[in-house]
């Protein structure tokens, strides 16, 4: 199998980390919704696991991992549990939740890009698939928050760039045959400094060319 | 097959029931958000069907028992026809609805969790899957007309507490093998008078403690 | 098998330009929202094939088109780059874009049903599934920008009833055995029609009857 790319322990230990800090975003932003303890547990394990039931559900892995791992389960509600008693705490170190949760992208797309590709799927949709288990959870966590998704917002730091290098890299060693350790470790390592680059310079993408027709000057008024 | 706690024809009447109630919910926020004949069928199908279509994707039952069971589909065009003719007439009950609602609950987190279990989940799957199966259906209602959903929302009455009562008493009836019809009514009347409880007394939830940062005092100024 | 209707690659083709027109009108909402290039790709994506990706999921046909054929992929990029560069030229052509939309609404509602028939739901599931692989990722597209799905207001002009037409047409074929590249060909063209006659005409579907009470006035008065 592909996707044990560390030994299992490790693999395990890493998406754990990564689980944990996804749905600690989920539960500081179900604080700030002002949401009851329930509302921030479930937007903790919405964050933390629904890219990867995404995947799960696309690549036919019934029942999804989510639902199998008792550790995927309960790991966003210790998340829960610290951001209830603690989130003025939580808040002020949003830095360091900044860099764990670059490291969570970097790992999840790599993971969810080799997991796809297990499946049988071909090089572009695992990547695609890798992609989406990286910020899918941020997107539904924002769907049921009732905001704009922060992903396709263009006044947000780069996000989902990371991702597609990070997985983009995994294709390719699939496709050079390549794939082992150290070079997935490699992937993640580049989707991580570039998330941590892409906010620390407030890297954007660029919005649609000649934006100057009357209804988008209306628009970017009102949105300012 | 556990999952046949009733006979089936009780089984499917029961459903049938719950299914009605929560398509009333959902075609009574269709009319409030002023949408049409065919956004108030659509409502009232999200939510009467969307949490055991959820469960049912889940746990790989494909297709999902809400494309099979005619009944199922056709229920929610009736609560449909009802609410278009007569909405003041159903709002003026809304007390009795609510009641409904309640049962509903209390059944769907029963049959959902048995259903996750019969298909080969742990006792925490199942029990959270029988939530989802409850509750899902209100939280697709909510995203669909675009509101925050009442079910994260720390100003309404408790709901998911109920419902995770009625899964934790099934998966314990399962773990000691007492599974019968008796302990899963049980568990229905449970849930139900818990919800009935809850809105009588408006119990609801507590929020983070040590909400006093800046950040959320503002925020809290501004929902008032 | 029944759902190669036409010869597979004029199938094929139908598909695409569908896809693509779908894919249109969601890069040309996330310009209006003003989404960065990589929210436009997203939203195109989602738009063309969510509803596919929906029915493929509930018929337990994964992993769904929309990851196994490369050019389901690759046309929404089309889209995106068309809109980036283009999009005030592409709004000059919202007429035609529009035709171009019912053209996707009365194929896909059409293909839909005919897959959903050839993997074993019944007649009514199958219509519903035609009707959802027209309208879902439209949907999906409102929800992921954060409005009020189109498909559900009253103040737009019909849009499920073409597409419902459509279906029934087809299982209507099918119970009569008479389904062909002809009739298939004839429900396209019916849904597509009757799309560009409701736009033309602006007609609408009713709201609920006895719209008086108190409640309704005042929304009604909020939302004028």
Chains 1, 2, 3 share one sequence.
């Not at 933390?48 to 989510?66: E, H, K, N, Q, W």
């Not at 998704?149 to 983009?168: F, N, T």
Request: proline residues 4%; contains cysteine; negative net charge.
């Amino acid at each position: 199998m592909l996707h044990e790319l560390f030994t299992p322990s490790v693999q395990h230990a890493l998406d754990l980390i990564g689980i944990f800090v996804f749905a600690i975003s989920g539960a500081l932003l179900a604080v700030r919704k002002n949401f009851d303890v329930f509302g921030i547990a479930v937007l903790a394990e919405v964050t933390a696991l629904g890219g990867g039931l995404f995947r799960d559900l696309i690549i036919g892995a019934v029942p999804p991992a989510a639902f199998t791992d008792l550790g995927y389960f309960i790991t966003p509600l210790f998340a829960t549990v610290l951001v209830f008693f603690l989130h003025p705490e939580v808040e002020r170190t949003q830095h360091a939740v900044n860099v764990f949760d670059a490291a969570g992208l970097g790992l999840f797309c790599v993971t969810g890009t080799t997991k796809a590709y297990d499946y049988g799927l071909g090089l572009t949709a695992s990547a695609t698939l890798g992609l989406a288990t990286a910020v899918g959870g941020g997107v539904l966590r924002d769907v049921l928050a009732n905001e704009v998704p922060s992903l396709l917002r263009w006044d947000r730091d780069l996000y989902a760039v990371p991702a597609i290098v990070g997985s983009a890299m995994v294709v390719l060693f699939i496709r050079f045959d390549v794939v082992n350790a150290f070079t997935s470790g490699l992937a993640v390592v580049t989707a991580f400094v570039l998330r941590l680059l892409a906010m620390h310079f407030h890297w954007r993408a660029p919005r649609a060319w000649n934006r100057k027709s009357a209804r988008s000057e209306t628009e970017e008024a009102t949105a300012q």
